[in-house]
């Protein structure tokens, strides 16, 4: 049974082999319920805690079955939330007349909040993303991303990456979409963390970027970095809008590269937040 502090943390995976429960260290298979079936539920913690309470640990679960947590979600982004992120936003964009944007936005009650990816566009742990063929200057994006259920509660936690081409949203603010969506442009993982409590304020998320086995680029931050109230980035979200399969809300980067720096074909992409795990991902 999950009863004490320490054991109200499980994760929920998505495998080739099914979903699976992880509750300390002991691994679960949840028979005869889809992905979607299980975030259904309003309580997603409760339910997962009820179905593994009396079934022995499964010995079929594989890392290498990982698939992205995501069934028939959306993946949402909120942009300008860390003041990292609007320094750079407004440098890249300085040229097109679109700097002061980045700088109210991050200033203004209403949020940015822009649509990301589709199911099929979304990669899980170790699997490919892409940076596009027409840009020169392409980043990863290490967010903090949130789990919603389709009432608007905060269901769970997970790792994402906001593929994002620079110099195409520079050129232009209206180019966002064009700069964020394409194939292979999310990753997510490697499982979804829920808790009884959420996590501290002292969170870090962590980045380190691999080039020929060496690091060409590594940062981090902590959540207190972060602007806006999670609660309040989900109730925009949901303002008009209704998520039937819930949704995927990545919550904004606070770890810029600098400007002389560009992702290349065959760099590794490590993005580690304790306790959800590292997504890791290979550039295509």
């Known amino acids: 049974m999950i009863q004490s502090r320490e054991d109200c943390r499980v994760k929920l995976y998505r495998t080739t082999g099914g979903c699976f429960v992880e509750h ?4 679960f298979l949840i028979l005869n319920r889809s992905w979607d079936d299980l975030v259904a539920h309003a309580d997603l913690h409760a339910f997962l805690a009820h179905l593994i309470a009396e079934e022995p640990p499964h010995l079929g679960f594989k890392p290498e079955d990982l698939l992205a947590p995501i069934g028939s979600q959306e993946v949402w982004a909120a942009g300008v939330t860390y003041y990292r992120s609007r320094g750079a936003r407004m440098e890249e964009s300085k040229d097109s007349g679109g700097g002061s944007f980045y700088d109210r936005v991050y200033s203004a009650e209403r949020p940015e909040l822009f649509f990301k990816s ?27 991303t949130l789990l919603v259920g389709h009432t608007g509660k905060i269901l769970g936690y997970t790792i994402g990456n906001d593929m994002s081409s620079r110099d195409i949203e520079g050129e232009n603010p209206l180019y966002l979409p064009q700069a964020k969506v394409y194939n292979g442009s999310c990753a997510l993982g490697p499982g979804v963390l829920l808790s009884s409590d959420p996590l501290p304020p002292s969170t870090e998320i962590a980045l380190e970027i691999l080039r020929g086995g060496r690091v060409e680029f590594s940062g981090s931050v902590a959540l207190t970095e972060l602007k806006r ?20 809300l990545m919550t904004g980067t606070g770890i810029v590269p600098p400007g002389s720096f560009t992702l290349a074909h065959g760099d590794l992409i490590r993005i580690t937040i304790d306790p959800i795990g590292t997504l890791e991902n290979e550039v295509a």
């Open 118 to 144: 589709t199911p099929s566009r979304t990669v899980g742990h170790r699997g490919r993303v892409r940076i596009r063929s027409d840009a020169q200057w392409s980043v990863p994006e290490p967010e903090f």
């Open 24 to 27: 300390n260290q002991n691994h």
């Open 229 to 248: 109230p999670l609660e309040t980035l989900v109730d925009y979200l949901f303002r008009d809008n209704s998520f039937p399969h819930g949704c995927y």
